[in-house]
């Protein structure tokens, strides 16, 4: 049983309550239930949504577009689509942060699209980098920014759960639900990533 | 796979953890957090968002509403209209009865007609029950007085 400081944050109002040693309230659950409370018309469960799920839809814009004015945009954008799917939201199918995250990539891709609108999209790959140069920016000694380029330069699906581990702190099942594979696979695309950046990192071999 | 095996000069994996925290860490307090005035936009959304839904819910609730009202207001304008229309052939037809009955009461008791009045009252005979038939009466609810 999940103790109650678990970082779930409380709105104003906003009561989850466990009752220990009768049955145990699963995160997808009391995220659901907040978010029928919300489609219900309260307040105080939109507040509760709004601390736990923007920064989350923040950070990702941010990672992926490198600008905050713009992951604003998209963070807010991603929220309004959390406020119009709530009445229809289905409990147990999908959990509220892997949900936003795929609506926050898709934002973000449409945005990366619109800007490079002058080339020729269909030739172009997918915007598979999600944040050239945010992370290289970051680091301020050779070995970051090494890391940080050798970080960029994994295959998508690689740096994707690379970066969900690592900097999301999300769990192997999680980044498998968003990424939509297996754990399995997940465990592959992070042991190959791992590897590819121990050897990138890798001190060159004096002449 | 050759080139993602590992060599001697690769960093081991304990290292490769500790500058993946280090990174992270500094993207984590680089990253940006959500600020007053976002916050205030994101909840003027959901507000926003709830009262469109509430507005879209209403609006057949009220449509139904309504049209079981006209619908009452139509049926009790029927329930009236055949009322009056039935009460109005009936206060005809006990018009049309009442006179032929007095017509023929008075032709018979009086043929003078300005008379008639004085000697029904007189008769003890109350002009209102005066019927044709039981059939009259039994219409009215009268039972016939003869």
Known sequence: MRGHSQGWPRGQGVQIVRMAGMFDVSEHEEEAALLARYAAGDQAAARALTEQFLPLALRQAWRVLGSEAEAEEVAQEAMLKLWRQAPSWRAGEARVSTWLYRVTQNLCIDRIRRRRATANVDDLPEPA?????????????????????????????????????????????????????????????????????????????PE | MTDEK????????????????????????????????????????AAAETARAS??????????????????????????????????????????????????????????????????????????VIVVSDASASMFGAETPF
């Open chain 1, 129 to 205: 980098d999600p944040a050239p140069g945010v992370l290289e920016r970051l680091s301020a000694s050779d070995d970051m920014r090494r890391l940080a380029r050798a970080i960029m330069a994994l295959p998508q699906r690689q740096r994707d759960a690379l970066v969900m581990r690592h900097f999301d702190g999300a769990s192997n099942p999680d980044i498998a639900e968003r990424l939509d594979c297996s754990v399995e696979a997940v465990e592959s695309l992070l042991a190959r990533a791992r590897r590819q950046l121990q050897k990138e990192l890798a001190p060159e071999a």
């Open chain 2, 6 to 45: 590992r060599s001697s000069n690769d960093i081991t994996e304990a290292a490769l953890e500790q500058a993946l925290e280090r990174l992270a860490a500094a993207e984590n307090r680089a990253a940006p957090r959500p600020g007053d005035a976002l916050v205030a936009r994101v909840l003027a959304d």
């Open chain 2, 55 to 128: 507005a879209a819910l209403s609006r057949p609730a009220a449509m139904r509403t309504g049209r079981v009202r006209a619908g009452a207001r139509g049926r009790a304008g029927a329930r009236r209209g055949l009322g009056a229309w039935l009460g109005g052939g009936a206060g005809f037809a006990a018009a049309m009865a009442a006179g032929l009955a007095f017509g023929f009461v008075t032709g018979l008791a009086n043929p003078e007609s300005e008379l008639v009045p004085g000697v029904l009252a007189a008769a003890g005979v109350d002009e209102e």
